[in-house]
């Protein structure tokens, strides 16, 4: 039991990394632009913009992250 | 995608990964038994093209929309990935990669380590850093060399890719027995963060259903734009002032994390 859940930790680490808010936002984007697709909207650009908006959203995160750290 | 660009973007992953592998391979060899660090050096290479060997094919038997939808978006997080400590790493809030200062850490370690073997293994502990090390990075190049070689049908390309880096990394390596601590790992990286991300959102998008403008074409366009939006984060990142400390503490902000 205890080598499935090192294992199961590895593959997360391995895919997701560091911040699952991102993985989370791909995820419910294909969602969203395969939902759009199905109902004839052409959504291609709505992947791109969202990977912006996650990117930027994470790197904040630390930053924001290194400013509570030098606070304490 | 050209097989040329295919071949390129392998190339460079798979360069980056194993010159990571090689200061590791050199440490346990110079510093513990240079018999035992090859054992450990063909065991991770056999198991990594097994892994390869068995999932390329398997891969390729799904249906091309929903292999690029799951690939691609797997391709995508995993890029996103290495974009982000890509632009952490040139704005400061986490330390560059430095093969010279990895190699001296690995040595010491090593040379701290109990000695013992089992069997033909004569020093377990050189052999498990070698297989770990190499493994570990390797996998990272399986990743790539799957996704793209299937997405493109055109494994073989990927592979040579693959197999082309390797060899130069290890004859380079062989020939100086030092670590390649020159090579620009960190630039190359954030080339490499760059192409993965594309690629996993060009794939994944199609997956869903949506026709890119212009079809291919429009990784011409894509790519050059990740590659900016990522250099725009790490000027305003660096306009932030920079970090609190040159690098974060991993558990504080877990800028730390897999391999790359």
Not at chain 1, 35 to 59: D, E, I, K, T
Not at chain 2, 159 to 171: E, F
Not at chain 2, 236 to 246: F, Q, V
Request: proline share 3%.
């Amino acid at each position: 039991m205890k080598w499935l859940r090192s294992f199961a930790l590895f593959w997360y680490d391995f895919i997701v990394g560091d911040d699952w808010r991102v993985a989370v936002g791909v995820a419910v984007t294909l969602a969203v632009t395969a939902g759009l697709a199905h109902s004839g909207v052409n959504a291609w650009w709505l992947l791109p913009v969202a990977v912006a908006a996650l990117l930027g959203a994470s790197l904040w995160r630390v930053v924001a992250a290194s400013r509570r750290q030098h606070q304490e | 995608m050209s097989a040329w660009i295919l071949f390129l973007t392998v190339f460079i992953a798979c360069a980056v990964e194993a010159v990571e592998a090689l200061t590791i391979v050199l440490a346990a060899g110079t510093s513990r038994s240079w018999t035992c660090a090859l054992q450990g050096t063909a065991a991770a290479v056999g198991v990594l093209a097994a892994t390869v060997a068995a999932l390329g094919p398997a891969i390729g038997l799904i249906p091309l929309s929903a292999l690029r939808l799951v690939i691609g978006a797997l391709l995508l997080v995993f890029g996103l990935q290495w974009l982000r400590k890509a632009v952490l790493r040139g704005s400061g809030y986490k330390a560059l990669h430095d093969e010279a200062e990895a190699y001296q850490k690995e040595v010491a370690a090593a040379r701290a380590a109990e000695r013992g073997g089992r069997g033909i293994i004569t020093d377990w502990y050189a052999f498990t850093l070698s297989f770990k090390g190499v493994f570990l990075e390797g996998l990272e190049v399986v990743f790539i060399v799957v996704t793209f070689g299937n997405n493109q049908g055109d494994v073989p390309m990927a592979v040579l890719g693959a197999v082309t880096a390797v060899l130069l990394v290890a004859g380079v390596g062989a020939a100086v027995r030092v670590p390649l601590a020159r090579v620009p790992e960190n630039t190359l990286k954030f080339a490499v963060g760059t192409m993965l991300t594309s690629f996993g959102i060009f794939w994944s998008a199609e997956g869903t259903g949506v026709s890119w403008p212009g079809s291919d074409a429009a990784l011409l366009g894509l790519v050059p734009a990740v590659a900016l939006l990522a250099l725009v984060y790490t000027v305003l990142l660096r306009r932030t002032g920079g970090p609190a400390n040159p690098v974060i503490k991993a558990d504080a902000a877990s800028v730390e994390g897999s391999a790359q």
